[in-house]
């Protein structure tokens, strides 16, 4: 089979190789898919770079999700799988033409459900939907700030906050941007580049404290949403995007300490996710992340916009595209 290879860390240009590998088989508790194509995450911009620790060992096959079709099932997934069509979230080996993963990661679609609307359900429908609905549940009225709202989990994040009648404020970068934003329901647009981002919360919201931030950016921009929210505020941490422009060192410095008893003197709660530990160690919510998610898009709750499909030969330019913020939306790669 054909996959890409990251064979040291760098430009995507010049540690990605397309390759032929073994063919996978699948464990016990796992399903082989045979891909039509396979989405990608800001994580895997930053794996290709080095900047994510989960990331396998090189040389490594990324990529945190398929769409296919299961052609092998091990002997403890259920049989009933092979010949179904699914979205799936693989730990790792997506960018292959066959893949494994459990088969709790994986969600049946329908033959007419688009890859690229398929794969935004994957690993960031699952993110959307475990961040606003378990671990941070909205409610009806909440002011919610979304960071990086054009992104691939930040839209999804906005269309559920609007669904469940929050007065969702959403941050992107330019005005096209900012329009897609408004679009999906948001009441406030703000454009990352128009100034500092918390006056421009404040004024929004006439001075009004958040409810709820949803923040895949970190750095400086912890400290500023831990100020915008009041008593009973939740901040929730599911990237480090601004790790990407700096050293690690500055990345954590900018965050600063955070002391709990603080936290609760104040009513004000600090929770983070990181998909692949939930998926190890909590799998039955995986499973139930995936699936609520493929049953909102068939509700018409989740319109994920998919910025591109692109050929698979075309992974190096596209990864390249996603780390410069060009791309909004869900950006795919078909074989």
């Known amino acids: 089979m054909k996959a890409w290879v990251l064979t040291a860390h760098g430009a995507p240009e010049r540690v990605l190789q397309l390759r032929e590998r073994p063919e996978p088989e699948p464990g016990p508790t796992q399903v082989l898919i045979r891909s039509e194509g396979f989405g990608l995450n800001y994580a895997d911009a930053m794996a290709v770079r080095g900047l994510y620790r989960d990331a396998p ?21 259920p049989a009933a799988l092979i010949g179904q069509r699914v979205t799936a979230i ?39 939907w475990y961040a606003t609905r378990v671990l941070c549940p909205l409610r009806k009225g909440e002011r919610v700030l979304v960071h990086s709202a054009a992104g691939g989990v930040g839209q999804l994040i906005v269309q559920l906050a609007v669904d469940t009648g929050c007065e969702v404020v959403g941050i992107a970068s330019g005005a096209a941007k900012c ?122 709750v989740l319109r994920p916009h998919v910025h591109g499909s692109l050929p698979a030969t075309a992974l190096p330019q596209a990864l390249s595209e996603l780390a410069a913020g060009t791309t909004s939306g869900k950006l795919v790669l078909r074989w």
């Open 57 to 77: 060992p090189l040389p490594s096959v990324l990529g945190y999700e398929t769409v296919g079709r299961v052609i092998a099932a091990g002997a403890d997934a």
């Open 90 to 128: 693989t730990r790792f080996g997506g960018y292959a033409e066959l893949a494994v993963t459990d088969h709790r990661a994986c969600a049946t679609i329908p033959d007419a459900l688009p890859l690229g609307e398929a794969a935004a359900l994957a690993t960031q429908g699952a993110t959307a």
């Open 179 to 300: 329009e897609q934003v408004r679009g999906m329901g948001a009441a406030h647009a703000i454009d990352r580049g128009a100034g500092d981002y918390e006056a421009l919360v404040r004024a929004a919201l006439q001075g009004a404290p958040l409810d709820a931030s949803f923040n895949a950016v970190g750095g400086s921009s912890f400290k500023k949403d831990m100020r915008l929210l009041g008593t009973g505020g939740r901040l929730v941490l599911y990237g480090g995007a601004e790790r990407g422009r700096s050293s690690t060192l500055a990345f954590v410095w900018r965050m600063g300490v955070v002391l709990p008893i603080f936290l609760m003197m104040r009513s004000r709660s600090l929770l983070g996710i990181n998909m692949l530990r939930l998926g190890d160690d909590r799998p039955a919510i995986l499973t139930e992340c995936l699936r609520e998610a493929v049953d909102a898009h068939a509700r018409g």
